[in-house]
């Protein structure tokens, strides 16, 4: 499974997930998906509303990645934990 970097901004209502597409050919085609998230109730009860999704080259990536954290977006991990079909 390949792993994912979490943010969350500093009002909690929103993430973003870094994850590595797969399908990138190593060295020739590195792509990362960067999906936002809408924070739905109380932090870490319900998984986050996946609102949008964008494949950007992983130096694209990285670079919103930094400009995030600059801007006071925080590193989290994943809390919404899927067990079966729902989420503890």
């Given at each position: 499974m390949t792993k994912s970097y979490w943010l969350i901004n500093s009002k909690r209502t929103e993430v973003k997930r870094f994850i590595k597409n797969d399908k990138s050919v190593d060295g020739v085609f590195e792509y990362m998906f960067v999906?936002?998230?809408k924070i739905v109730g109380l932090f870490g009860e319900e998984p986050p509303v996946m609102t949008t999704?964008?494949?950007v080259?992983?130096?694209l990536a990285r670079?919103?990645?930094e400009r995030?954290?600059?801007?006071g977006w925080r590193k989290t991990e994943e809390v919404w934990?899927?067990?079966?079909?729902k989420y503890v």
């Open positions: 999906d936002t998230g999704t964008i494949s080259d992983i130096d670079e919103i990645y995030l954290i600059s801007h934990k899927k067990k079966g079909d």
